[in-house]
């Protein structure tokens, strides 16, 4: 019903910038809470940063707050994530999402994209 597709992954340097994007597809998107979570090897799958269908409400996990922004453009069906001032700590697989409601852990219930690997170098 839904299908997502991620790209914008890369190897990047420590203070450096990545943009992420994710295409939806789906007779369902239009109304759905989109957002990304990561899981870096050995560790359970985070929440990272969550947005309306409308733009109006938006969430962020502490540990990324003020260096990446989320946003959506509605006519493109597409979900970006603005990554700034990276970190090695950033390093992860990088999954869309989108659902009827937000998604701050998961449920089982979500449309997950394939993920996209980020990297960053000290």
């Known amino acids: 019903q839904v299908q997502l597709v991620e790209s914008g992954g890369g190897l990047v340097q420590a203070g450096g910038s990545l943009r992420l994007s994710c295409a939806a597809s789906?007779?369902?998107?239009?109304?759905?809470?989109m957002g990304w979570f990561r899981q870096a090897p050995g560790k359970e799958r985070e929440f990272v940063a969550a947005i309306t269908w409308s733009g109006s409400s938006l969430w962020y996990a502490d540990s990324v707050k003020g260096r990446f922004t989320i946003s959506r453009d509605n006519a493109k069906n597409t979900v970006y994530l603005q990554m700034n001032n990276l970190k090695p700590e950033d390093t992860a697989v990088y999954y869309c999402?989108?659902?009827?409601?937000?998604?701050?852990?998961?449920?089982?219930?979500?449309?997950w994209g394939q993920g996209t690997q980020v990297t960053v170098s000290s």
């Open positions: 999402y989108a659902a009827p409601r937000v998604v701050l852990v998961p449920t089982g219930l979500e449309h």
């Open positions: 789906g007779r369902t998107f239009s109304s759905y809470t």
